[in-house]
């Protein structure tokens, strides 16, 4: 399972952080990924994380304003969103992978969480 937290309303140019913790997976095995979907609009991967942390890849519109990091320890995975925007609106969600690459086709993933909600006032 894969349980995400700290979404909320924040306004434009603030921050949040968003966690997940994972349970019944080899964690420290597995790609993470964090995906959004606003409404109306396709699920998109934001941010992604190889299993050893030593590789990162971002989508365009949140690079240099978002973070991805993974805590094997604890079995998290975090996603640290700054200078956010109305359009980071949406409901966010991680997910799992037990590909060796990090890969933004949401249908790469095995394993999702329920989602948080964030959204960002103008």
């Known amino acids: 399972d894969l349980v995400e937290s700290g979404g909320g309303l924040v306004q434009a140019g603030g921050s949040l952080r968003l966690s997940c913790v994972a349970s019944?997976?080899?964690?420290?095995?597995?790609?993470m990924g964090w995906f959004r979907q606003a409404p109306g609009k396709e699920r998109e991967a934001v941010a992604l994380i190889s299993w050893t942390s030593t590789l990162t890849r971002y989508v365009d519109s949140v690079q240099g304003r978002f973070t991805i990091s993974k805590d094997n320890a604890k079995n998290m995975v975090y996603l640290q969103m700054n200078n956010l925007k109305p359009e980071d609106t949406a409901v966010y969600s991680c997910?799992?992978?037990?590909?060796?690459?990090?890969?933004?086709?949401?249908?790469?993933?095995?394993?999702w969480g329920q989602g948080t909600q964030v959204t960002v006032s103008s």
């Open positions: 997910a799992a992978s037990e590909y060796l690459i990090p890969s933004y086709v949401a249908g790469d993933y095995q394993y």
């Open positions: 019944g997976l080899p964690f420290k095995d597995y790609v």
